[in-house]
């Protein structure tokens, strides 16, 4: 498990290293730069920004000299948003994702899981077929769709909760919904497609052979080889609920993280596009690593090799 | 004697887009304490379908159980709630399956699963289970046991498998095992070793044991009355010796020609021309008749299925003059 663990490790930090070099040199391809703006800056200003950014130096001293301060736990200031840290960007806006990002994904299990299995134990039933009906619903709506469906209904109709902003304590309940049935519907067919080729299993019959009630039969001797579809899934996806999404954002008006990674790129801010980017690499990395974690807890078979 | 299980006129159909397919239509059996019955037949004639019905283990729909009784003990099984065949499943009957790579929950180590019967029907604690499941796993001759019990069937090569499937059906010490197709999957020095196995425990333990296969070499060598089973009904039922002296049906002996070690070597080995019937859309008369020889066909009835007669005492066949040969 140690050795395991090491060489995961190594694995992870040689694809964040990769993620950054690709990313650094990429940005610089595209046009433009941190300081063009609609009024054109007086070149003696522009010579200053560029040195006290470090622009004016060849591209590869300023590849090292930023993975050297990447390297110290430095990550750099914007170059858009002057005199602020990305670190600070990133820790103002960070929690307020992960929050609605972690209701989203209560929200998306609690709503998925029970609705795929019970889709997959009463196949084609009228229950099943309800279901998936809403979960096909649900991925076929977009979030700009559904998000102001929901504002619409509780926010103009009956007024229960602010149509945007992140003022009250209620304010995460309208996105976090809206990221969450999405989810929800990708959750509830993948639970209901994973538990319908297990229960189809010759080990199932021998378990009803055996005298297993039925919900035991769902809950033990199932469900483990059921969710392995929808774990696979969430690893990766976690880490995109948490950092934030830039539509969701934009139509309840909130000042997340996934904002900074569409704005970032327009604003050609150097440094910020990095530091999400690689914040979100990292995230990925992690979570990655903890579902082939969970998967060798639920599978048996991987924990050996 | 005591009778176990007494099957009587059982019919069993599934109702799907392409008609009614009678998988078992009208089988009779009994099943005596401590003896061995064999269900044999080919792919699709109703032989495991028989079982599976007895236990409520055919999927409805589409399945069906038109008709017939089942006696185990003072109740009928096809006429019990899901609930108390819960009851009575890897209790009082227990069932082995074909494919032991297969039959055990990959996800489950070994005792969990010996030990459930335990659990659920006996009330046991964990470690009591657990005990009780070494014991089985040794029983069955599965060396270390104490260790094997932790692993996961993967860790378990087929042969080994299947034990873990008697040890764990046998736990709770039924009065009936039905054993579908248990050697089937395994190779020939294993399969040895299971049948030996499986007759073991049967003559100390004193259970009744119904035998499905399709292999004729195996009947003979663990089964004590014969059913042969074509197209979802009985063509003959007979105890062992006397089938294999005097089989009186012509499918019974088709079967037998075609086991290869009986067959001269270097001739092409004997095969039934043709295939099983449609179940959905059987022939009116004698379901064997589009595989008998030309001369023999033209006796078959067409107009009605031939009954089960007595030929001699104790031994049944279909009364088709194309196909039951009389002395």
Known sequence: MLRFTLYRLAQALGVILVVFTITFFLIRLTPGDPFAGEKAMPPDVRRVMEERYGLNKPLITQYFTTLGSYLRGDFQPSMKYQGMWNVKIIKDAFPISLAIGSCALVIALGLGLPAGIIAAVKKNTWMDYGFMSLALIGICLPTFVMGPMLIMTFGLKWRVFNVAGWFEKTDWVLPSLTMGLIYAAYIARLTRGGMLEVLNQDFIRTARAKGVPGSRIVMVHALRGGLLPVVAFLGPALAGITTGSFIIEKIFNLPGLGQHFVSSVFNRDYSLILATVVLLATLLVVTNFLTDVLVAWLNPKVRLS | ?327
């Not at chain 2, 008609?19 to 004639?45: C, L, M, N, Y």
């Not at chain 2, 003959?236 to 019974?252: D, G, I, M, N």
Request: some cysteine; aromatic content about 6%.
């Open chain 2, 1 to 327: 004697m005591s009778t176990v299980l007494d099957v009587q006129d059982l019919k069993v159909s599934f109702h799907t887009r392409n008609g009614v397919v009678r998988a078992v239509d009208g089988v009779s059996f009994k099943v005596e304490k401590g003896k061995t019955t064999g269900i044999v037949g080919e792919s699709g004639s109703g032989k495991s379908v028989t079982c599976y019905s007895l236990l409520g283990l055919v999927p409805m729909p589409p399945g069906r159980i038109e008709g017939g009784s089942a006696k185990f003990g003072d109740v009928d099984l096809l006429k019990l709630s899901e609930k108390e065949l819960q009851r009575i499943r890897g209790s009082r009957i227990s069932m082995i399956f074909q494919d032991p790579m297969t039959s055990l929950n990959p996800w489950l180590r070994v005792g969990t699963q010996v030990a459930e019967p335990l659990r659920l029907h006996e009330g046991l604690s964990k470690s009591e289970a657990w005990k009780r499941a070494v014991e089985a796993l040794r029983e069955v001759g599965i060396p270390d046991p104490e260790k094997r019990i932790h692993q996961y069937p993967h860790e378990f090569s087929g042969g080994m498998r299947q034990r873990v499937m008697i040890a764990m059906a046998l736990i709770t010490r039924p009065e009936l095992l039905i054993a579908d197709e248990p050697t089937t999957a395994l190779d020939v020095t294993i399969q040895k070793q299971v049948l030996d196995l499986i007759r073991d425990l049967q003559k100390r333990l004193g259970i009744a044991v119904v035998f499905i296969t399709h292999d004729l070499a195996v009947v003979s060598e663990v089964c004590d009355y014969v059913n042969v089973m074509y197209a979802g009904r009985l063509v003959e039922a007979s105890p062992v010796q006397e089938l294999f002296a005097r089989p009186r049906h012509a499918y019974t002996q088709a079967l037998m020609r075609s086991i290869p070690a009986l067959q001269r070597k270097g001739e092409p080995l004997y095969t039934i021309p043709g295939l099983p019937p449609d179940l959905a859309n059987l022939p009116s008369g004698c379901a064997f008749r589009p595989r008998q020889t030309p001369e023999r066909q033209a006796l078959c009835l067409t107009d009605r299925q031939p009954p089960l007669v007595e030929v001699s005492p104790g031994h049944w066949a279909q009364d088709c003059p194309g196909c039951l040969i009389r002395d």
